[in-house]
């Protein structure tokens, strides 16, 4: 194995480079020295030509550094010649000489406006989409419990029983336990605040109005989106990822009257009862701090929510109850159906859930209040 040489010499305006000896990786560290010893004189060069004649051996390295010696050249916009290639080393140099070759296309700025238009656009595409898959649920779901109707025996009871018990019973004391929280924090910062102008009583009619039409079944609402809701997308989500639910397929058993409908009918039977018991939870947590903190006893509490509130209030907050648990079971088995065969799409997918479910029961409490103020109630 011969030293490797890099001779250069200048004639006229050509700068002539004879590499000689042996350009393989052996010699890697005197290659990279002599490369970069030569390329001030490189830049300097108008024309340049190659004369490859002495070269005894080579490799990839060996040829790369002469390939970056040519197209430095070349993009500087100078005349590269290269001679004396050997037979057995063309192939090597021109398989070397054609990588990275392809022209980079720039690609133009996107115009902000039409760029905000067009994700607009996808946007407005995307919720379309959405709300088809909500309405494919709904009405499969229907298709469900009319099958059922007609035939009572095939109402998956046992099922029906056990997430009955999920998603009310079990939930019963964490969401006694916030809603009687809310309910003191809002009769506390209520006092507080009526007490400039003398008018601690009205508290009693803020707590039990609030509690009664919105809050009570608001909350509850959003804590079984999150609770329940997830829990309902990610069995769907894990059954669909073992291809369980395919399997229910095969068998020739419906998923919807399986799996979603008894799901379904649990939240819509459970939420009201939920909310009435997180508001009961909140008047009584409103009413303790009435007495301790605003001097006020329990029978003058009382005496002032029977006033205060009526049987409207209450009916107004548990008609709300069974639209709201039936938008988080039909979101919540839906996007459970959309898993795909990974962890990551069962995240994904459990986090959408959640999010839309308290998104779209917010809104209908709007569409309800709407509604109730244009009715008179």
Known sequence: MSVPLLNIATVGDTLEIRPTGSWTVLNANLLESMFNAAAPQLAQAKRLRVDLAGVREIDTLGAWLLEKISRGAEQAGRTVTVTGIDERHAE???DVHKVNRGKRVARPRPNPVLARLEQTGRAAVGALGEAAIFLQMLGATGWALLGVLRRPRSLRLTSLVYQTWRIGWQAIPIMVLIT???GAIIAQQGIFHFRRFG?????????????LREIG????????????GSACTAELGSMKMREEIDALTTMGLDPVEVLILPRIIALVIALPILAFLGSMAALYGGGLIAWLYGGMSPAIFIARLHEAVSVTHFQVGMIKAPFMALVIGIIACSEGLKVQGSAESLGR?????????????IVLDGLFAVFFASIGM
Do not use: W
């Open 92 to 94: 090597l140099i021109e």
């Open 217 to 228: 079944v608001l909350i509850v609402a959003i804590m079984v989106a999150g609770r329940s």
């Open 199 to 211: 008018a601690e009583s009205y508290v009693v009619d803020m707590v039990g109005i609030l509690v």
């Open 180 to 182: 009687f929280l809310i």
């Open 349 to 361: 997918q459990t986090t959408t859930s959640v999010v839309k479910s308290i998104f779209l029961v």
